[in-house]
Structures are given as C-alpha cells and as structure tokens.
C-alpha cells in the first residue's frame, strides 16, 4: 500500500476533506518522512518563492522549516475539488527563535496520480507578525 494513498482520484467532496484532513494531520505531526509518503517521488512543489522537487528535498525542506518555525500548527479547509485536483485554504501559527508569533494564511493546489500521490503543490502564502495572546491555536 506504501505506492497508494487512498483516496484515490477522481475525489467527491468527501474524499477531499478527507485528503484534506490526512494532510493537516501528518503536517501537525511536524514528521517530514511522514508527511513526504504523501508525495510522489518527482513531486514539484512551488512553495512561496522556492522551487522543490521530489521526495528527498521535501524532507530537506520540511526539517529546516520546523527548526524555524517552532510550535507550528495548522489547519486546513477545503475550497474546490474537480478530478484529481484539490483546492485548499489554509493557515497556522508558529514563533521564531527570537520568541515572535507569527500566523500565516495561504492557498495551496494540488494535483494527484492515479494512486492518491501528490504530484505537484503549489502554495502561495502570506505572514503576518501577531502578538502571543492573539493566537488561534493553542
């Protein structure tokens, strides 16, 4: 099963959210392996200005993110869904090592294979400085 990832494609508005909240799970786990078995092999991402290809530079790219960004949660809300592609919004919270909360609001696309794999990300995000009490997620 390792080479599936169930739901497959084509998704009903069920098996997105479900997609969807697989996702925010295995990303709240802060795990890069975990959360990069989610991906194909070749997957591209775009991911702000960066540009990440397959499995082994996500991992790179997930670890030096949760060095940064320290007491990361997310959540993720469905948007869209048509075929193999899923629309999300999405937002989390995290401070720096100097202390600063931040809370940063995107929207990610997705595209899946035929086995339930992510084959391309794309996700435009925006931060914002807030102050500790203003936070969500706690």
């Known amino acids: 099963m390792e080479n599936q990832r169930p739901p ?3 998704f009903t508005e069920e098996t997105a959210k479900q997609k ?8 709240n786990s802060k795990d ?11 997957s591209e991402w ?6 990440i290809n397959g499995r082994e530079e996500i991992v790179q790219f997930l670890t030096a993110k ?11 809300e469905y948007w ?17 090592e100097n ?3 931040f809370r940063a609001y995107g929207n990610e696309n997705w595209e899946f294979d ?15 400085a807030i102050e500790e009490n203003d936070r969500k997620f706690k």
Request: hydrophobic share 35%.
């Open 8 to 10: 497959l494609p084509p």
């Open 114 to 128: 035929e086995n339930g794999l992510m084959a391309k990300r794309y996700a435009s995000i925006n931060d914002l």
């Open 80 to 96: 869209a869904h048509t075929g193999n592609r899923i629309a999300v919004r999405f937002e989390y919270e995290y401070h720096d």
């Open 46 to 51: 775009r991911n702000r200005h960066l540009f």
């Open 99 to 101: 202390g600063q909360w």
């Open 66 to 76: 949760w060095q940064k960004e320290q007491q990361y949660k997310l959540k993720k």
């Open 32 to 42: 890069p392996e975990r959360v990069s078995k989610a991906y194909t092999v070749d």
């Open 20 to 27: 969807i909240q697989m996702a925010e799970d295995a990303w």
